[in-house]
Nanobody
Framework: QVQLVESGGGLVQPGGSLRLSCTASGFTFGSYAMSWYRQAPGRERELVATVPSAGRSTIHADSVKGRFTISRDNAKNTVYLQMNSLKPEDTAVYYC?????????????WGQGTQVTVSS
């Protein structure tokens, strides 16, 4: 059974930091690109950051560049999102995603989400 379990969300003051974790099971983690998405109330889900299966050449949305860092530990089947200098506009539910595209099938898995609230 595929599972992606996020943790680390919570309430933080502007300028603070949080680290989100997502631990995967039920699939070959090291073969999947892993991403973090977020969705704020009334807005569409948006890509925050992606790390490929090999762990290099990460991609970060312009809105979080220089503040957020995605990383992965394939030995622990875990992907992280280090979030620094948080702003109120970072408030959203953050979702972990694992994706693998093959010539015959696409695999796309999602976690249940973790709430991040940035407020004084």
């Amino acid at each position: 059974q595929v599972q992606l379990v996020e943790s680390g969300g919570g309430l933080v003051q502007p300028g603070g930091s949080l680290r989100l974790s997502c631990t995967a099971s039920g699939f070959t983690f090291g073969s999947y690109a892993m991403s973090w998405y977020r969705q704020a109330p009334g807005r569409e889900r948006e890509l925050v950051a992606t790390v490929p299966s090999a762990g290099r050449s990460t991609i970060h949305a312009d809105s979080v560049k220089g503040r957020f860092t995605i990383s992965r530990d394939n030995a622990k089947n875990t992907v992280y999102l280090q979030m620094n200098s948080l702003k109120p506009e970072d408030t959203a539910v953050y979702y972990c995603n694992g994706r693998r595209r093959t010539s015959y099938m696409d695999y796309d898995y999602w976690g249940q989400g973790t709430q991040v609230t940035v407020s004084s």
